[in-house]
Each structure stands twice: as structure tokens, then as C-alpha cells.
């Protein structure tokens, strides 16, 4: 079995907090939107969720994909389905 593997970047510091998994994009918007939802909300534009790789819960391997895809940024719902690429996820 695999998972999915995020980061949520904060914008104004320029730096990410730890790696999490979760099963597909929807499931990760819904850990981003707690988090974000735990600041003011003037700053709550300044957080990304940005896909990293996957994660093999059978050998332990982690899978880089070389380059970050952005999942959602701020709390704009129309942006959500805009970054969206997941194929695992349905439409958010």
C-alpha cells in the first residue's frame, strides 16, 4: 500500500513544516484546512499544501517526485479545484 505525501508551506517564512501522508488530496485538504484554520484569518492566504511523493507502507521506501505539485493555496475553495491533479481523489 502506498500514500500520498504533503508538506504545508508557509509563504512568509519561506519554509515548510514536517511531512505528513494521507490517502489522497482530499484527505490532505482536510489536515491543511485544521491547520490553517488554527490562525488568523488574515493570514490564512499565507499557507500552501504542496504534494512531495509517495510513501510504500510495505518496504519504507519513499518515492520523490522530483517536483512539487500545489494542492491548495490559502482557502479559496475555487482554487482547490484548480490545483487539484490527484486521480485518486474526487472532485473537492
Known amino acids: 500500500m502506498k500514500s500520498n505525501l504533503y508538506v504545508i508551506r508557509d509563504l512568509v517564512a519561506g519554509e515548510t513544516g514536517p511531512i505528513f501522508h494521507s490517502v489522497n488530496d482530499a484527505v490532505a485538504v482536510r489536515h ?3 491547520m490553517v484554520h488554527k490562525n ?6 499565507d499557507f500552501q499544501l504542496e ?3 509517495e510513501y510504500c507502507h510495505k ?6 517526485t522530483g517536483e512539487l505539485r500545489i494542492v491548495i493555496v490559502g482557502e479559496n475553495p475555487e482554487t482547490k479545484q484548480y490545483y487539484s491533479e490527484d486521480k485518486n481523489a474526487e472532485t473537492l
Not at 518496504?59 to 520523490?64: A, M, Q, R, S, Y
Open 51 to 53: 504534494y512531495v511523493g
Open 40 to 45: 488568523e484569518p488574515s493570514w490564512q492566504t
Open 32 to 34: 491543511y484546512q485544521a
Open 59 to 64: 518496504t519504507g521506501v519513499i518515492f520523490p
